[in-house]
C-alpha cells in the first residue's frame, strides 16, 4: 500500500506499520490531558511530574498551589507530547490526542525518503516502525545525524543498526523506548506484548 494512501481518518487504509507505530508511540509518549511543564525546564527539574501530578490536573491550578510564574515551565506540553500550541491552560481528550498523534506520525514521514528510499516499500514492518518512531522522536534533521545507522539500514544490515544505536547518545537519553527498538532490529521482530 502506498503512504499516501494513508487516511488517519478511517481504519481501513492505514498499513500495519503505520497501525504498529501509533501503538508504540501511545506507549512511549504516554497521555496526559492537561498541560505540563517541560521536563527539562525550571519548574520541570524543580517540581517533578510524578510527585505533583503535572498533566493529571489543570497547570494553572498546581501553579497557583506552588506560587510559580508559568513562563519558567516552558515548553508546555500536553496529550502524546505535543508542544506546538500548548499553553499552560491547554488540554486535550484521548481522542483528539490519538487523532493528532497519527496526523503527527504522517507529518513526521515526510522526509524520510531521503534519508532511506523507498522506506515504506522497501523494508521490512519491523524496521519501518523503529525508523518511523525514531523520526516522531527526532526529527528528520536529527535523524539524518544518525549517518551510520542509515547507511546500515539502506544496506540491509539490521541487527548491525541496533547494535550501532545502543552506541549513540540518543540511547541513553530515551531509556525503554530505545531498549526496545533496538531489540526489534537484532532480534529480527516485534516482540510478541508491543504487536497490534
Known amino acids: 500500500m502506498s503512504f499516501k ?8 487504509s492505514r498499513p500495519i506499520w503505520f497501525r504498529q507505530v501509533v501503538s508504540d508511540l501511545d506507549r512511549h509518549e504516554g497521555f496526559r490531558p492537561y498541560a505540563y511543564p517541560d521536563p527539562l525546564s525550571k519548574i520541570g527539574k524543580s517540581y517533578p511530574a510524578k510527585k505533583h501530578g503535572w498533566g493529571l490536573r489543570p497547570a494553572r491550578a ?24 500548548v499553553t499552560v491552560d491547554s488540554s486535550i481528550t484521548k481522542e483528539q ?5 497519527e496526523e503527527e506520525v504522517v507529518a513526521h514521514t515526510a522526509g524520510l525518503e531521503r534519508l532511506v528510499p523507498k522506506w515504506n516499500a522497501a523494508l521490512p514492518v519491523y524496521v519501518v516502525t523503529v525508523l518511523v518512531n525514531m523520526a516522531y522522536n527526532l526529527g528528520i534533521e536529527r535523524l539524518s545525524k544518525f549517518t551510520t545507522t542509515l547507511d546500515l539500514l539502506n544496506r540491509g544490515q539490521y541487527a548491525e543498526a541496533g547494535v550501532n544505536l545502543r552506541k549513540s547518545a540518543w540511547y541513553k537519553q530515551v531509556g525503554n523506548r530505545a531498549v526496545e527498538l533496538t531489540e526489534r532490529l537484532i532480534n529480527g521482530k516485534i516482540a510478541r ?3 497490534v
Open 193 to 195: 506484548e508491543h504487536m
Open 97 to 101: 490526542s490519538t487523532r493528532r498523534l
Open 5 to 12: 494512501s494513508i487516511d488517519v481518518r478511517t481504519n481501513t
Open 62 to 85: 498546581i501553579l497557583a498551589e506552588l506560587g510559580l510564574s508559568e513562563a519558567s515551565g516552558r515548553p508546555w506540553t500536553f496529550g502524546h507530547g505535543f508542544t506546538k500550541g
